[in-house]
């Protein structure tokens, strides 16, 4: 995998897709699912990881950080995000965009800072995430 595999998430500055690459042969899978120098912009300092387990229907509403931002990545399951931009100095104010994010189809999402962000559970999910402030 690259240095820099992240990647723009279009209509909203700064959040970040990083599509990964999982390994596997019959005794399994091995993936990479984050690197601090893949988001330099981020200040990791103060490292977090955390999970979170989600039945099937749980709507995980619309909140946003002023002093964090989030990583995800789910291990299991189907998750919708949305997001939105409450960034009033953005150049995409108000934007919004919404993605599906699935455990068998890795891909990790970068939320920055004043990005309100939430999910619905398609199915039952489990994801991980990383923080930069506790």
Request: charged share 20%; with cysteine; glycine share 8%.
């Amino acid at each position: 995998m690259t240095n820099s595999p992240a990647q723009p998430f279009e209509p909203i500055d700064g959040v970040m897709t990083v599509p990964l690459e999982a390994f596997g042969d019959e005794r399994g899978r091995f993936m990479e699912t984050f690197r601090r120098e893949w988001f330099p912009q981020a200040n990791w300092d103060r490292l977090q990881s955390n999970r979170s387990d989600s039945s099937a229907g749980v709507l995980r509403g619309l909140h946003y950080h002023f002093k964090q931002v989030d990583y995800w990545c789910p291990v299991a399951g189907r998750l919708r995000v949305g997001l939105v931009d409450l960034r009033r100095s953005s150049p995409t104010y108000l934007a919004s965009a919404a993605i599906d994010m699935d455990g068998d189809n890795p891909l990790g999402l970068f939320i920055p800072e004043g990005v309100a962000h939430g999910f619905a559970a398609l199915s039952d999910c489990t994801l991980m995430y990383i923080v930069n402030n506790f």
